[in-house]
């Protein structure tokens, strides 16, 4: 039903860019007309200089450029806009199955079941959470035991062990994550220093 109300409002939102595209060639075609008569009543008149009629040619081209690229902005806008909403509807349709068991698992905690079903729905929940991630091509960002780089990792604390090398990332405090080469969140760590 989404999916109509969306098409639906793309097929409104095309339909009044076609309409402001005509409205805009219709009054560019009018002032090349307006132009085209006003050259004529010139060409009549011996006394035009060339360079005039250049000038106001050239004044016409630009303004029919503006318009056709205000024309272009709009029609972009509104796509990025229709793509933007798509693709929000499309990463909260992802999370609304693992909210769905968040309040199933928030009732049957209410409840007092058997509390190891409530760990293993945990559980369950988490996988979901990850298997969206995959899905969306969210991945976490390895840092324990990694050389510690500025671009992924955030140093929130120095440490000390020597039977790990400089600069090696220790402990992990808040699991980092990127899109791509994207990173979403850095890895909050602590580094490893032997100084």
């Known amino acids: 039903m989404q999916d109509n109300e969306m098409k639906e409002k793309q097929a409104e939102q095309e339909a009044a860019e076609a309409k402001a595209a005509e409205q805009e060639t219709a009054k560019a075609a009018e002032a090349e007309k ?29 303004l029919r450029l503006q318009a056709d690229f205000e024309n272009f902005r709009r029609r972009t806008n509104i796509e990025k806009e229709q793509l933007s909403t798509f693709v929000t509807a499309n990463v909260v349709g992802k999370f609304l199955k ?31 959470f990850e298997d969206a991630f995959k899905d969306l091509k969210v991945e976490e960002i390895e840092a324990q035991n990694a050389k510690f780089d500025p671009n992924i990792h955030e140093a929130v604390m120095r440490g000390h062990n020597p039977e790990l090398d400089d600069e090696i990332v220790d402990m992990v405090f808040e699991k980092g994550y990127k899109l791509g080469d994207k990173v979403i969140r850095h890895s909050k760590v602590r580094v490893n220093t032997n100084e």
């Open 98 to 128: 693992v909210l769905d068991n968040f309040e199933r698992a928030e009732a049957s905690v209410e409840k007092g079941d058997n509390v190891d079903a409530v760990v293993d729905g945990m559980k369950k929940i988490r996988r979901q």
């Open 34 to 62: 307006a132009e085209d008569a006003k050259n004529a009543e010139e060409a009549a008149e011996p006394e035009v200089d060339p360079k005039d009629a250049k000038i106001e040619e050239l004044q016409n081209r630009l």
